[in-house]
């Protein structure tokens, strides 16, 4: 999931070199997007897999 976020920030930094705002913007958004939710699912994830008793 991190790396579609640094994907879509390395697109937006491109793109904003060659002067393509609105696609910048776009990717900038999307990536901000995806890392929100990727921080939440790991953040999930951690606190589900407390929560387990491994009684083996």
């Known amino acids: 999931m991190f790396s579609w976020t ?3 920030f ?3 930094i491109i793109a904003a070199v ?3 705002g609105g ?3 776009s ?3 999307a990536g901000r997007i995806t890392f929100i939710v990727a921080i939440i699912l790991a953040v999930a994830s951690f ?3 407390r929560s387990r ?3 083996s």
Do not use: S
Request: no cysteine; hydrophobic share 65%.
């Open 10 to 12: 390395v697109i937006a």
């Open 27 to 29: 990717a900038a958004g």
């Open 6 to 8: 640094i994907t879509f």
């Open 47 to 49: 606190l589900m897999g």
């Open 53 to 55: 008793n491994n009684n």
């Open 23 to 25: 696609i910048a913007a």
């Open 18 to 20: 060659f002067g393509f």
